[in-house]
């Protein structure tokens, strides 16, 4: 039988000087290791309270990390980050990590600036959280956190950097072959009960129920205030969405001043629909976002609402890859209208519409504006000015020209891509220059009007007719 090998007291010429020698450079050397990704080290028990500092305190904010030891951990943080930060520590099971987000200390009556604190509860230790900032850290958690628009009262993300962020988390989540669930929330005339309470509890009961949703979602980032009384978050697939619903339905029970509060609706569906990347995923989810908060609610029953948002995304998904594969395969038709000159009372030149074929072609117009909500209008857009280019070579070799007028999407002109793409298409048809004419129609809104001009100018340069906005939404395609 083999004996076990000798503990470092029983080595010969190690002693326990030695022995405690050998595990301080061993302390020291897992200190170093965490002080290579972080500025401050933190270790908090199940009440709350510090047990270990180390660090930059003094600098950052203001006291020696041993001054630190018993003190409650949320009054070293930021009071505007509290609810937020209390939220993280009430999520945080054993054995769960926390990725980075920011966080900001305080440091006498101001703030630092927000660091990137991430996060371990060790599971043989429960009760015990560690955790670690950094400040101007490599990663970009800190800066990419400011760059988002937020809703100023709950501190959620607004609906448009909720796409931006939900489509980074679900790519981010296919590449680990993660799944997440998408959930939406509902109040019930939450705004006319926050009209009845004091500003400042008003203002807590928004604050908390904004924490409470950004801690649980992805990345600490993915949640939404969607409208006055929509949010949405994206999450892992394990995360106790019943129990979020209760808790939200509790402080806002808590806040009410007659103690009734309002009633909270939840449905979840999967992030990640079947058969389609994250960018496609993504689109699905979000054009249901947005018809969710259009219709107010009114396109989904609150008491069945993880039914029916799954079978609106049920819906949204057919219908995108319908549309993709007329796209792809080219399957609509062009009607030529005529338009007349108020001049000549003669005919000026011809307007391309399209007409789709089978269900799909009931409403054109219903089509695109979808195509442009989804984000796939840019490829139809190039279909159609394929189309058009092989009708006008056609019509030109039987003897008889005519000039068309493309209509293209703002949202088309925004994409970088499709820009490059159509002046590809463009370059080996400049004898069609006079021939060919463009409207940008604004079924999507233009947002960022240099980026059109600059598109009109270029088409301008190229050559073509003519090209100019419409200022108001246009009759089916």
Not at 87 to 105: A, K, N, Q, Y
Not at 246 to 254: L, T, V
Request: charged share 25%; glycine share 6%; net charge negative.
């Amino acid at each position: 039988m083999t004996s076990a090998a000798p503990s470092p007291i029983q080595q010969p010429g190690v002693g326990v000087s030695g022995y405690v020698e050998s595990l301080r450079r061993e302390r020291d050397r897992f200190v170093a290791l965490a002080f290579c990704a972080a500025d401050l080290l933190l270790e908090i028990n199940a009440e709350g309270r510090i047990t270990f500092a180390a660090g930059a305190t003094q600098s950052l904010v203001g006291k020696p990390p041993e001054s630190l030891s018993g003190a409650l951990f949320l009054d070293l943080v930021a009071r505007q980050d509290r609810p937020l930060m209390a939220e993280f520590l009430r999520g945080m099971t054993p054995g769960s990590r926390l990725d980075p987000v920011p966080i900001r200390l305080a440091a006498g009556d101001k703030a630092t600036p927000p660091m990137s604190l991430t996060g371990y509860h060790l599971p043989d230790l429960p009760g015990c959280f560690f955790f670690a900032l950094r400040l101007g850290a490599a990663v970009s958690v800190v800066d990419r956190a400011a760059t988002l628009d937020r809703d100023l009262a709950s501190g959620l993300l607004n609906r448009e950097s909720f796409a931006e962020v939900a489509s980074e988390q679900m790519r981010e989540a296919e590449n680990r072959g993660e799944s997440l669930k998408l959930t939406m929330l509902r109040t019930q005339n939450l705004p006319q009960l926050r009209s009845s309470m004091d500003k400042e509890a008003s203002e807590s009961l928004m604050r908390t129920l904004g924490a409470c949703l950004q801690a649980n979602s992805a990345s600490g980032q993915a949640a939404a205030r969607l409208d006055e009384d929509s949010y949405g978050l994206v999450h892992r697939a394990t995360l106790d969405i019943d129990g979020i619903r209760d808790r939200i339905q509790d402080m806002i029970r808590s806040a009410d001043p007659k103690g009734v509060g309002v009633k909270v609706s939840a449905g979840t569906v999967d992030a990640d629909v079947d058969g389609m990347n994250a960018e496609d995923s993504t689109r699905v989810l979000l054009y249901t976002i947005n018809r969710f908060c259009e219709t107010g609610g009114a396109a989904i029953n609150m008491e069945s609402m993880s039914e029916n948002l799954k079978k609106m995304t049920q819906e949204t998904t057919r219908t995108l890859n319908s549309f993709r594969d007329v796209v792809r395969n080219e399957q609509f038709e062009v009607a030529f209208q005529p338009i007349v000159s108020l001049a000549t009372h003669e005919i000026h030149h011809y307007e391309a519409l399209t007409r789709f074929n089978g269900d799909i072609g009931k409403s054109p117009y219903k089509m695109i504006t979808f195509a442009e909500n989804t984000g796939i209008i840019a490829d139809f857009d190039l279909a159609m000015c394929r189309k058009v280019l092989d009708w006008i070579h056609k019509t030109n070799r039987s003897g008889q020209e005519y000039t068309v007028a493309v209509n293209l999407s703002g949202r088309s002109i925004a994409n970088t891509a499709f820009i490059s793409a159509l002046h590809e298409l463009l370059a080996p048809n400049k004898d069609l220059r006079a021939q060919l004419m463009f409207e940008i129609t604004e079924s999507a809104k233009i947002h960022d009007l240099e980026a059109a001009n600059a598109f009109i100018q270029g088409l301008r340069r190229w050559g073509t007719a003519s090209a100019w906005t419409i200022s108001a939404p246009v009759p089916p395609r």
